[in-house]
């Protein structure tokens, strides 16, 4: 499975941007999907998860209200709708994919997912 994240690019604060992520290869329609992110000098960061087909969306407490993850399964694609962004938003922004369904205790876990992508810099100025 091959992952190729698009999207990113220079922003003001307050600015949207909508990340998209498309997988080729073998189908990850049903599996856990993810959105992390990495700020220079910082570790990755859980973003955005779907646990899986018939699961649950998660969010980071600090994008909460101003992120949204969607699917397109037909597309095999998956988005993060970026709304009021802010400076400290600015990181690159990794999409990222399980076979299967992950439990709810361990989307926020970088470590649990099969396929990642190359990453999309996201900049945000204030």
């Known amino acids: 499975v091959q992952l190729q994240a698009s999207g990113g690019g220079l922003v003001q604060a307050g600015d949207s941007l909508r990340l998209s992520c498309a997988a080729s290869g073998r189908s990850v329609s049903s599996g856990a999907k993810a959105w992390f992110r990495q700020a220079p000098g910082k570790e990755r960061e859980f973003v955005a998860a779907?646990?899986?087909?018939?699961?649950?969306?998660y969010y980071s407490d600090y994008v909460k209200g101003r992120f949204t993850f969607s699917r397109d399964n037909a597309k095999n694609t998956m988005y993060l709708q970026m709304n009021s962004l802010k400076p400290e938003d600015t990181a690159v922004y990794y999409c990222?994919?399980?076979?299967?369904?992950?439990?709810?205790?361990?989307?926020?876990?970088?470590?649990?997912?099969?396929?990642w992508g190359q990453g999309t810099l996201v900049t945000v100025s204030s």
């Open positions: 779907f646990s899986g087909s018939g699961g649950v969306t």
């Open positions: 990222a994919a399980h076979r299967n369904r992950v439990a709810a205790g361990s989307v926020r876990y970088f470590r649990e997912y099969d396929y």
